[in-house]
């Protein structure tokens, strides 16, 4: 359902019922049926309704009036977008009607909305075409043969994509192994904010966070790669091609493994929100601080200077895709939509008199016969194509012009072809399979080369163990011998042909231990490869071309257990004396944690985050930030209480003004009095920049009000007190400078750097120091620099805690935290990202290893992590928030820890 959000009007009675807020009218229906109250509100996230009136069984709607492209309003209401939310319509059966120039913008042929059928919606999620829909001489109309069955539904032009959906698909992207922020971005991937401001209709729209992030295979960053840019978004109502590049992002980070054959070889900067402030206000074709002109038509740094949400994404593109020393992009492509254009269309066509989806394309250059393009359309013989000539303003003509882009393209969704959303998903991915087969597969694949990149190597064993057991399979899923099924015989195919390619192919340079073993004997490597994924499946494969996490499988199939011990039983021997100084490195320690109890604790809110917790004088407290979405909006902490850790009461909520507060920290000063410590993130600025605020209660119920202890620009993300003073990481955001700092405070008021450059390698970002019982000082860093250094560090330092030691733990840790147990190990908790996304993980670090096992995978799935640790009753209690069940929730995990 799409999230209503709370807004500011200061605007006269009367105009509010023309806008459509309050405005109720009963009328008697026709035939003796009885009409109740129906209200109508386009007041949400990318809503848009100027007023209605009800007559009866009529809804008359009247569109707003803005900005929509080729130098004109179109006057008198006449808009093509619409969206509202409808109250009070159960067993009622109203017919809407609207003024035929709303959707009109003087394209040739017949009038736009000829063929157009209007979309509805119970949830906003799941959305069905009224059944009539007729243009008439001065109107059009809508409405269905029966009746709504719930009271209230949405209704809207086309196919809808809020504001709120685009974030939450790029923080689930992010949440994946393949995506990664961009160089611009924060640690959430976040690139800057669009003002703040007012639409046409006095509403109060707030400043919107702006994503961006790369896709490809970190593991293969050091060779030569493929480079795209995809954008979307430009024009705030065009969502059909939201929807499509979405559908291209969900298949490049899937399992397919055509996909990750393409994330070895190429790399996508990705921009899903290029007029954030124009989707969530319900905007057409304009921008929220240049509401009278076509935002497509000023992508120059000359020209944006005026433009701040525009300028922050043109500068966030420049470093992120084109920095010194980088190649040039292969291809761009900007998803855009439009409403129906009768001359564009093509003997393939599926919409009315040919009319389809098309293609702007730079023919005077040659790029309609790129291989790409040639693939796409082969793929997906509907779709048109336009000769362009890239206007040097537009996003394509910036990146030809300013990223040095080879091939680029306007890709336009037409309206009104009635299509479901699965169709625009199914596109997208034919978008990905068309890179896959333009830059990775070769003309004649060997039989074992299931991802037919010309390598027969640990991927396609990968591909096969996936598709192991698949009927009607393709050769890409593991049929080697053609007979549409995946069994045994497939994989001595491969294994026949391990080793061997069928065609010349870049690939990325072999690395580590088993760069030697393919140097000496390159069979025996991938049949290694083979042995470690059947036995230890759960071990990454570190070596040729990738570092994909094998699907999970205890045994071989029973068809090639007894084919293939003779050869497993040689492999091992070797594996196990040439990988020995690997293997000390990731042995189990005498450690074992076993889940006790889950429960969800709280979930009042849109949307939780960054927990904490805490046992302070008998009872819990846990501390969480609550807001709209992940971050962005004006944030507050909610700080719980508990005798036992069952039932829970709100003891506080903070908040502090033109600030989003994030992350609470939790902790008991010297004197008793627990201080809560939190991020606080400017809201309404261009580049907002976070600081850090302080807080305290004498008895967990009253809390003095958040003060600004370290100014916007670093943030010390969280303290631990030992013999009276207190130690903590700051880091610079938004970035640069790189290095972090460590800060010390004997009040909770006043910091003084103890280390001003404790770490710099690796974008250091969240940190947490906690003590050993003889006074050594631990740290679990997270980092979230390029794809080569995202691993989290060990810090240790001796007193008086000035010279740091620090390793490398090979494994990404967001949100960490870290707890000595009661023996004296130390366990460390954050997000993980699985070859199946991110999760919350509990895990074992060795100081003497310098190394980190995963223990235990919380419930947990999507945006997720950032756990409180605490024993107590010979438990270890765990705090953290996930979205794997409806929405984001808190959750109190209860484990046993065996030493």
């Not at 026709?30 to 007559?55: C, H, M, P, R």
């Not at 195919?493 to 004997?521: H, I, T, Y």
């Amino acid at each position: 359902m799409p999230t209503c959000y709370t807004r500011k009007f200061s605007m006269p009675r009367l105009r509010r019922i023309l806008f459509g807020l309050t405005l109720a009218l009963i009328a008697g229906g026709g035939s003796g049926s009885a009409w109740g109250v129906i209200t109508l509100t386009g007041d949400f996230d990318e809503g848009s309704l100027k007023s209605y009136a009800v007559n009866g069984s009529t809804i008359s709607l009247v569109g707003r009036d803005t900005y929509a492209g080729s130098g004109h309003f179109l006057g008198g209401g006449a808009w093509r977008w619409l969206y509202f939310k409808a109250s009070g319509v159960q067993d009622q059966r109203p017919t809407f009607t609207i003024s035929r120039d709303f959707a009109g913008d003087r394209t040739p042929g017949p009038h736009e909305l000829t063929d157009h059928e209007m979309v509805y919606s119970y949830d906003g999620e799941t959305w069905q075409f009224f059944d009539s829909n007729a243009l008439g001489a001065s109107d059009f109309t809508f409405s269905n043969f029966r009746a709504f069955t719930q009271d209230d539904v949405y209704v809207a032009y086309a196919l809808p994509y809020s504001y709120g959906q685009s974030v939450a698909h790029a923080q689930s992207v992010l949440g994946t192994p393949w995506a990664m922020p961009t160089a611009s971005g924060d640690v959430n991937g976040v690139i800057g904010q669009s003002p703040a401001g007012t639409d046409e209709l006095g509403r109060s729209i707030p400043a919107l966070d702006l994503y961006a992030y790369r896709v490809s295979n970190p593991a293969t960053d050091g060779a030569p790669k493929r480079r795209a840019l995809l954008t979307t978004g430009q024009h705030a109502g065009e969502t059909l091609g939201v929807r499509t590049m979405e559908g291209l992002v969900d298949w490049l980070v899937s399992n397919d493994p055509r996909a990750a054959a393409l994330r070895d070889r190429a790399e996508f900067f990705v921009y899903p929100l290029l007029n954030a402030s124009g989707r969530y206000a319900g905007l057409s074709r304009a921008m929220l601080d240049s509401p009278n002109s076509d935002s497509n038509g000023f992508w120059d740094p000359t020209e944006w200077q005026s433009r701040p949400e525009q300028r922050t994404l043109g500068e966030a593109m420049l470093a992120d895709v084109n920095p010194p020393g980088t190649s040039t992009l292969d291809l761009a492509i900007d998803f855009h939509s439009s409403v129906p254009d009768y001359e564009i269309a093509g003997p393939n066509g599926e919409g009315a008199g040919g009319r389809d989806d098309w293609g702007y394309v730079k023919t005077n250059q040659g790029d309609h016969l790129d291989p790409f393009w040639l693939a796409l359309r082969a793929l997906q013989p509907n779709v048109l194509e336009v000769s362009s000539g890239g206007g040097s303003n537009t996003t394509i003509g910036f990146a030809e012009n300013y990223l040095n882009a080879d091939i680029d393209i306007t890709f336009e969704n037409q309206f009104a072809i009635s299509r479901p959303a699965s169709y625009y998903s199914d596109l997208g991915a034919n978008f990905g399979l068309a890179m896959y087969q333009a830059w990775v597969q070769v003309a004649a694949p060997l039989a074992g080369d299931f991802d037919e990149d010309g390598e027969g190597d640990a991927a396609d064993l990968a591909a096969w163990q996936a598709g192991f057991g698949l009927d009607g399979a393709e050769h890409w899923q593991g049929d080697a011998n053609s007979d549409g099924a995946v069994r045994g015989g497939d994989f001595l195919a491969w294994q026949q042909q391990a080793g061997q390619s069928s065609a010349a192919a870049a690939v990325p340079e072999p690395s580590g231990l088993l760069a030697s073993l393919l140097v000496a004997a390159p069979l025996l490597a991938v049949r290694l490869r083979l042995v470690w994924s059947a036995f230890l499946p759960t071990i990454v494969a570190t070596g040729h071309r990738s570092a994909r996490r094998f699907p999970h499988s205890s045994s071989l199939p029973d068809d090639l257990a007894m084919s293939t011990l003779p050869l497993m039983g040689r492999a091992f021997a070797a594996a196990m004396f040439l990988a020995a100084p690997v293997m000390a490195q990731r042995t189990h320690p005498p450690m074992a944690a076993e889940i006790v109890a889950v429960e969800r604790i709280w979930d009042a809110a849109p949307h939780f985050a960054f927990t904490d917790l805490l046992r302070w004088r008998d009872r819990w407290y846990c501390g969480f930030r609550e807001g709209q979405r992940h971050v962005g909006d004006q944030g507050r902490l909610r700080i719980i209480a508990s005798d036992d850790g069952q039932a829970w009461n709100s003891v506080a909520l903070l908040e502090l003004a033109d600030f989003d507060l994030r992350d609470a920290a939790l902790s008991i000063t010297p004197d008793g009095r627990l201080m809560v410590l939190g991020g606080a993130r400017q809201l309404g600025v261009p580049r907002p920049a976070t600081g850090t605020f302080a807080c305290f209660s004498d008895d967990g119920r009253e809390f003095s009000p958040p003060k600004i202890v370290i100014s916007p620009g670093r943030w010390l993300w969280r303290v631990t007190w030992h013999e009276g003073v207190a130690y903590g990481v700051s880091y610079s955001t938004p970035a640069p400078p790189a290095a972090t700092a460590l800060l010390t405070t004997r009040d909770g008021r006043s910091f003084s750097e103890r280390v001003p450059e404790l770490l710099a390698q690796g974008r250091p970002t969240e940190g947490v120091i906690r003590f050993a019982a003889d006074g050594t000082a631990v740290c679990l860093q997270r980092r979230d620099g390029a794809p080569a250094d995202r691993s989290a560090f060990l810090g240790i330092a001796s007193p008086p805690y000035d010279t740091w030691q620090w390793s490398d733990l090979g494994q990404y840790l967001g949100g960490p935290n870290l707890i000595a147990t009661p023996a004296g190990q130390w366990l460390a908790a954050g997000r993980t990202l699985d070859a199946d996304g991110a999760h919350t993980t509990l895990g074992v670090v060795e100081l003497d290893t310098k190394s980190f096992a995963p223990l235990v995978r919380l419930p947990s799935g999507g945006d997720t992590s950032y756990p409180g640790l605490a024993w107590h009753d010979g438990l270890l209690w765990m705090s953290y928030y996930s979205s794997h069940e409806a929405g984001t929730c808190v959750y109190l995990a209860k484990l046993r820890i065996t030493e």
